[in-house]
C-alpha cells in the first residue's frame, strides 16, 4: 500500500554535499509526517530531520544549518546535507506517517530499505 525508496547516498570527502531523495509510493493515502533517520555501526537509529504536512521541521541538534528537509508536490521528501562531517557516515532512512484519504483505514506508517552515506577523504 505504501513504500518508500531512497536515494541518493555515496561516498564524499568532509566538507561536501549530498542530496538524499525518497520516493513515495501511496495510493489512496497522503502523507502527514516525513523525516529522516540515521544509523551509524553499533549505534541506534536515530531521528535526524523531520516535517510535518503542514511544513514545520526538526532537526537534531547535531545538523542544524547543515541539513534540510524538503518535500515536493507529489510527496516526495529531501534531505540535502551541506558542509558533511566523518559522523555523518551512516546508513539513512527515510520513514512517513500516512493517513486514508477516505478515512476508513488506519494511518499508516512505512520505512524505507536505507541508502549509505560515507563522508571520508
Known amino acids: 500500500q505504501v513504500q518508500l525508496v531512497e536515494s541518493g547516498g555515496g561516498l564524499v570527502q568532509p566538507g561536501g554535499s549530498l542530496k538524499l531523495s525518497c520516493s513515495v509510493s501511496?495510493?489512496?493515502?497522503?502523507?502527514?509526517?516525513m523525516a529522516w533517520y540515521r544509523q551509524a555501526p553499533g549505534n541506534e537509529r536515530v531521528l535526524v530531520a523531520s516535517?510535518?504536512?503542514?511544513?514545520?521541521t526538526n532537526y537534531a541538534d547535531s545538523v542544524k544549518g547543515r541539513f534540510t528537509i524538503s518535500r515536493d508536490d507529489v510527496q516526495n521528501f529531501y534531505l540535502r546535507m551541506d558542509r558533511l562531517k566523518p559522523e555523518d557516515t551512516a546508513v539513512y532512512y527515510c520513514?512517513?506517517?500516512?493517513?486514508?484519504?477516505?478515512?476508513?483505514?488506519?494511518?499508516?506508517?512505512?520505512w524505507g530499505q536505507g541508502t549509505q552515506v560515507t563522508i571520508s577523504s
Open positions: 516535517m510535518w504536512r503542514a511544513g514545520a
Open positions: 520513514y512517513g506517517v500516512f493517513r486514508s484519504l477516505s478515512g476508513t483505514r488506519a494511518p499508516i506508517t512505512s
Open positions: 501511496a495510493a489512496g493515502y497522503s502523507v502527514d509526517f
